[in-house]
């Protein structure tokens, strides 16, 4: 079945000649259909990916086992948190979907870390199942030049690859289910938990990415005979609860914000009237729930198994096995405004049913809550993503990029966030325009995609704001002055609509800073207009506005009554109001950090070439900081200064090597090239393979499988 929403047809690279090879056996292709760029998997990394790559021009197919699942929140029903409420915000601040779906599908927002300062608050909100899939469907069913088409894929299309870039072979289309092909100029594989996924539930094991859902088996042995590094990682999902079984009353009540906050920088209020939303309810585990589960353990291969889980999100039995003897938290939180299901949020078991039953009932409030569906877990193949680079695009398959679960991370927000960043470069590769990535000094996507590719990961991946080291300056508020920008000018993927309003709102925002800092006085004088603030007498005089804005009991409101004229127009404009406020309180901390950035952008600028050979090259390296190297392949001095195990001494081989190599390039430039070799030549013969990227990784923490093509 096909979805067309006014695609048309672009020129592509030729299609494969007879004689070219793909990854499986020879299907004939007459006539098969032609997509610049094709999407595996309809999640929330496929929908993403799919509508940027869209917005970028290109002629996109989505490819999805169902069309009923797109928008589908597999696990809990929220979206954000700390560290996940910025990249939200990046995604929006890029035209993506999900921070404007959920400002139409909420039941409950909140803003976490309020006790903290506004770098770090959190974004969050509660979701209505039915009601995000429905919004996230009518996005994606009508975004142009975007085809869904249900279809399961079992191989890729390969032939020679292109000059100039890394990679043995180049991706050209896919091969269905059906046997039939899909010719494309860019392939991105977003396959979350389904590829060689396995559900458990106590001893019983089933092949399933998601309960109901069969898993890709045929795409992983294509990935393995391709020779990428896979490991296996598991995750897990509570057993959902029947909400008029519940007994709410004695129980902890966490109300909404009121007013709430939106998550995109479109809407200027969210769907539901703060007095319609839903509230969550805190419980917690007790002795009994202990006992039971390690009295049952024996009943629970999920547990047993040496896959890695998630660190910060694990199962009860997980947290019964680290921290014995303690209470747990159990967010009860509601699914929806007319959903009878309750998601305890802290609870996720791969027990027997009978056995989470007990469990449950040893809960406060939950003696005679009624379980609709067990707990399960699933563990499933994911890429080593340090064969990537900070495109997303594969360094041994050109054209072929991958985001979400599959480069392990865990998380609706990472996911969203890999799907934007890929289906962007994916349209851009088709159009031979520079990649489009975003810097640690930049964003939180940044920071995401930067740990992956340069450090790769043995557990499922969570952005937390402690990961950033310029949180101060990349926070939620101006993610629309770092990127939408960009992704107007650079990426192609950001719409008139947005830009302008972005636009409109950095002027403002420079004409107000430039206003508050313009209106100076004694102390003096501020202390008759504002005698309720105790500005301190150390203070130089005179002191500004925007001085005076950053005490923690000065507002743009309390100003303005100060000074009507001209500050008035600035504190009627609410959105502009609170976002001159962060600016004053974080002025000096971005001032501050501003040498810093550079420093690292300097850095990041210092690439290194794709096909260095690192066991080759004539620099004072040690053999094990080559092999680090060789197996990470940073694409940056900056990116090499982050691996674990390179010294300080060694940067400053690599860079003065390079350095000095460049200038010997630039030189040879200038005369007839006779093929003559020249010692310490940065290149060698042939582009380098990969070494086994697996050698990092214990037993212990996960298996990696290489297999030659």
């Known amino acids: 079945m096909f979805l067309r929403s006014g695609c048309r047809r672009l020129p592509l690279p030729p299609a494969p000649r007879p004689g ?15 997509f610049e760029v094709v999407v595996i998997g309809g999640g929330h990394a496929g929908t993403e990916a799919a509508a940027a790559a869209a917005r970028g021009g290109a002629c996109t197919l989505l490819l999805t086992h169902r069309i009923g699942t797109i928008g589908e929140m597999s696990c809990n029903p929220s979206f954000g948190g700390i560290g996940k409420g910025h990249l939200m915000r990046e995604v929006d601040a890029l035209d993506g979907l999900c921070g404007r779906v959920c400002d139409r599908s909420g039941v409950h927002y909140k803003v976490l870390n309020r006790c903290k300062g506004p770098a770090v608050w959190g974004l969050r909100a509660q979701i209505d199942r039915g009601l995000y899939k429905e919004n996230m469907q009518k996005e994606i069913l009508n975004t142009p030049l975007l085809t869904v088409r249900e279809a399961s894929v079992e191989d890729l299309l390969l032939t020679e690859p292109e000059p100039g870039h890394p990679g043995k072979c180049q991706v050209t289309g896919v091969v269905l289910g059906d046997g039939s092909t899909v010719h494309a100029g860019s392939v991105i594989l977003t396959t979350g ?3 060689r996924g396995v559900i458990h539930i ?35 999902t509570p057993p959902r609860l029947a909400k008029d079984t519940i007994d709410f009353t004695g129980l902890e009540e966490r109300a909404a914000d009121n007013p ?16 319609d939303q839903l509230s969550c309810y805190l419980t917690r585990t007790n002795l009994k729930a202990q006992q039971i589960i390690r009295d049952n353990l024996h009943l629970n291969n999920h547990v047993r198994e040496t896959t890695r889980g998630p660190r910060y999100c694990p199962s009860l039995e997980s947290k019964v096995l680290r921290f014995p003897d303690r209470e747990h938290q159990v967010w009860l939180e509601p699914e929806g405004l007319d959903s009878n299901v309750i998601y305890p949020q802290g609870m996720s078991m791969t027990l027997p049913p009978e056995l989470q039953e007990q469990v449950i009932k040893s809960v406060p409030g939950l003696e005679k809550a009624k379980m609709l569906q067990p707990g399960y877990g699933v563990q499933y193949d994911f890429l080593d993503p340090r064969q990537l680079t900070t495109s997303l695009e594969s360094r041994l398959v050109q ?17 969203a966030a890999q799907g934007v960043i890929a ?21 939180y996507v940044g920071v995401l995609i930067d740990d992956l590719t340069a450090l790769g990961t043995s557990e499922p991946y969570r952005m937390f704001t402690s990961r950033v080291e310029f949180r101060m300056a990349l926070r939620p508020d101006n993610a ?48 008759q207009l504002l005698p309720g603030v105790p500005i301190s007498s150390n203070r130089r005089s005179p002191v500004s506005a925007f001085d005076v804005l950053q005490y923690q009991d000065v507002n743009m409101e309390i100003l303005a009554k100060a000074i009507p004229e001209p500050l008035g127009k600035l504190a009627q404009w609410r959105e502009l109001a609170e976002r001159l406020k962060i600016e004053a309180a974080y002025e000096w901390c971005v001032v501050n950090q ?18 260095l050979d690192y066991f080759a090259i004539d620099a004072s390296l040690s053999a094990e900081v080559r092999e680090k190297l060789d197996a990470n392949r940073p694409q940056t001095i900056g990116a090499v200064s982050r691996i674990p195990g390179v010294t300080p001494a060694a940067i400053v081989n690599l860079l003065r090597f390079v350095k000095t190599n460049h200038r010997k390039t630039e030189k040879l430039k200038a005369v007839p090239q006779s093929g003559e070799y020249f010692p310490g030549k940065m290149y060698s013969g042939k582009a380098t393979s990969q070494r086994q990227v697996s050698a990092e990784f214990s037993e212990e923490e996960t298996k990696f499988v290489k297999t030659p093509l």
């Not at 810093?596 to 070439?609: G, H, I, K, S, T």
């Open 594 to 611: 501003q040498q810093e950035m550079e420093e690292v952008r300097r850095d990041e600028a210092l690439q290194l070439p794709d096909d």
């Open 202 to 236: 106590g001893l019983e094991t089933h092949p399933a990415g998601r309960l109901g859902d069969q898993p890709a088996i045929g795409l992983a042995h294509t990935l393995e005979r391709l020779g990428f590094a896979v490991g296996r990682l598991k995750t897990g």
């Open 193 to 195: 938990t389904f590829l």
């Open 260 to 275: 709430p906050v939106p998550f995109s920088f479109l809407s200027e209020a969210v769907w539901i009237k703060p007095e």
């Open 399 to 415: 054209r072929l990029f991958f985001a979400g679960q599959i480069n392990g991370t865990t998380g609706y927000e990472e996911a």
């Open 480 to 527: 629309d002055a770092r990127l939408t920008h960009r992704g107007f000018e650079e990426a192609g993927c950001v719409s008139q609509q947005r830009y302008e309003q972005a636009v409109k709102m950095r002027a403002a925002l420079e004409d107000g800073i430039a206003t508050l800092k313009s209106l100076q006085f004694s102390i003096s004088k501020w202390s």
């Open 423 to 443: 289906g962007i470069n994916a349209c851009l590769r088709v159009q031979g325009k520079p990649p489009f990535t975003v810097s640690r000094t930049e964003g």
């Open 20 to 34: 070219h090879r793909r990854a499986g056996s020879e299907v004939g292709a007459a006539a098969a259909p032609r």
